[in-house]
Every structure is written in C-alpha cells, then in structure tokens.
C-alpha cells in the first residue's frame, strides 16, 4: 500500500470513528440530500455539522455539490468499497492465520494423546 493510500485510508477511518458522521452516512446511504436535509435530526447548530461533513468530504466518503443555491451531500460508494477491501483482506489474514492456529493446536492435542496412550 503506497504513502497515498494509507493517508487515505486513516483520513476515511478517522471520519468513521465519530458517530454523528457514521449517522450522516447512513442518511446519504438512502440518497442525495441537500446540507439542510443532512443536518435536520441532529439538533445541532449547522457549523458544527458543516465540520463533520467537511470532514467526511476531506475523507473521500462523500461529495458535496453546489446545485443553485443549495448544496446537495452524496455518498460516495467507491471510497466505501475501498475502505471494506482493505478490512476485507485484514479479516482473510487473520482468518488465516487463526486457521494456521487450530491446526497447529489439534496437532497438539494428537501427539499428547498419542504420548498419554504409550505411557
């Protein structure tokens, strides 16, 4: 994984990490909405939701567009995507190695029993 990449990749994990943005997302995950349909049910003021999704434009997980005089949040789903191949292959790792794990353990287990037999 390059430099570019990783910065990325903790830029899109730093977003996840609060759970207001993770709320935002999942409003954007139903469709584009405009900043003030983004910021109705959280009863906070609007700069300090204007933070968070600048936040999550800065991370790649959302575009914000200017249509008129209103601008619109969408999600961006290929930066998601990106983000769950890398936990992806973070989870087949450690699967791995886990199995490698059991293995080993049942192994083990056999010659113990197999040493517990010849005694």
């Known amino acids: 994984m390059t430099n570019q ?6 830029r ?13 997302l999942s ?4 469709g584009d909405q405009s900043f003030s349909e983004v910021t109705e049910p959280f009863g906070m003021a609007k700069p300090t939701l204007l933070k968070h999704v600048q936040v999550l ?11 008129g005089r209103v601008r619109f949040c969408r999600l961006d789903a290929g930066a998601l995507r990106e983000t769950e191949d890398w936990l992806s292959g973070q989870i087949r790792l450690w699967e791995q190695r886990l ?3 059991d293995a080993y353990v049942i ?3 056999k010659e113990e029993t197999a040493n517990d037999r010849q005694d």
């Open 5 to 10: 990449q990783q910065s990325s990749l903790d």
């Open 12 to 24: 899109r994990f730093h977003a996840l990490s609060d759970p207001t943005r993770r709320a935002i």
């Open 27 to 30: 409003r954007l995950a139903r």
């Open 57 to 67: 434009e800065a991370s790649g997980l959302i575009v914000t567009e200017k249509r």
């Open 99 to 101: 199995d490698q794990l």
């Open 107 to 109: 192994a083990l287990h």
